[in-house]
């Protein structure tokens, strides 16, 4: 099984002020049609977690450009601009390259 | 509007069953494949079972296979998990959703397994 690492588990930032999380899979994402099957997801306390990013980089519909995705191989990072309020919650990376698909830990983020 | 409603939780006790619905709309649910994934009180995300959109290839995690069946029926957009001989460690919420890129996913059904 494909084993997916996130750093850092937890994260307390000031409004206005960027975030990053890391995300390490066991093995690279590359499929040999030449995408990189690597999610990112928010999962908002009391919520179902909701896909911000697909294929390491791609914005879903409706997700603000304050996120973004960006790495390869097997090394992954989730970068938001300027964090609010509302993005408080677990972030979580998932590999769809191999089944058993599986997530990382998640990351919790909290507002100072 | 896209919807996925999960439905058939509750509780049961050790060794029980029950039978999990996804009830779809809003979204060409024939034409997608779908994934239960579940999440256990205060735990991270575990994929249980993906089935392809015509049923042909269908998976399971280890942890549950032999135990689960997942089966859809396109005519009725609905998704479904039999459960049987279920375990306390199976005890979690149950999502329902798109795969493999997981852009839609329902709100979750509680099932617990406890005597």
């Known amino acids: 099984d494909i084993v997916m690492t996130q750093t850092p588990l937890s994260l307390s930032v000031t409004p206005g002020q960027p975030a990053s999380i890391s995300c390490k899979s066991s093995q690279s994402l590359l499929h040999s049609d030449g995408k990189t099957y690597l999610y990112w997801y928010l999962q908002k306390p009391g919520q179902s977690p909701q896909l911000l990013i697909y294929?390491?980089?791609s914005r879903f519909s409706g997700v603000p450009d304050r996120f973004s995705g960006s790495g390869s191989g097997t090394d992954f990072t989730l970068k938001i601009s300027r964090v609010e309020a509302e993005d408080v919650g677990v972030y979580y990376c998932?590999?769809?390259?191999?089944?058993?698909?599986?997530f990382g830990q998640g990351t919790k983020l909290e507002i100072k | 509007e896209v919807q996925l409603v999960e439905s058939g939780g509750g509780l049961v006790k050790p060794g029980g069953s029950l039978r999990l619905s996804c009830a779809a709309s809003g979204f060409t649910f024939s034409s997608y494949s779908m994934n239960w994934v579940r999440q256990a009180p205060g735990k991270g995300l575990e994929w249980v079972s993906s089935i392809s959109s015509s049923s042909s290839y269908i998976y399971y995690a280890d942890s549950v296979k032999g135990r689960f069946t997942i089966s859809r029926d396109n005519a009725k957009n609905s998704l479904y998990l039999q459960m049987n001989s279920l375990r306390a460690e199976d005890t979690a919420v149950y999502y329902c959703?798109?795969?493999?890129?997981?852009?839609?996913w329902g709100q979750g059904t509680l099932v617990t397994v406890s005597s």
């Open positions: 294929e390491v980089s």
């Open positions: 998932m590999q769809g390259i191999h089944l058993p698909l599986t």
């Open positions: 959703a798109e795969s493999p890129s997981g852009r839609y």
